[in-house]
């Protein structure tokens, strides 16, 4: 079968943000009130072909720790559909 898998990738808590504090600043320059605590982190898709839903991610799990997500410095939420 084939699964797509979403894939949510952002900073840990924490951790500086760089590209967040950014965009924070700019969206109050720009006149955008009440927002705070900005994070941007990667989404990535996947299609995925799998035996079932737990394979497919214990698949993407094997990829975000070994290439796609910084174990050090990203928490990663993976999601399958299908």
């Known amino acids: 079968m084939t699964f797509r898998v979403h894939v949510r990738i952002i900073p840990r808590p924490g951790l500086l943000d760089p590209q967040g504090q950014a965009v924070e ?6 006149g955008f009130t009440g927002v705070g605590s900005v994070r941007v982190g990667k989404a990535i898709e996947l299609q995925v ?27 990663y939420e993976i999601e399958v559909e299908g």
């Open 25 to 30: 600043h700019a969206l109050g320059s720009l």
């Open 49 to 75: 072909e799998a035996v079932s839903a737990a394979e497919a991610e214990d698949a993407v799990r094997r990829m975000c720790d070994k290439l796609l997500a910084n174990p050090v410095t990203e928490d």
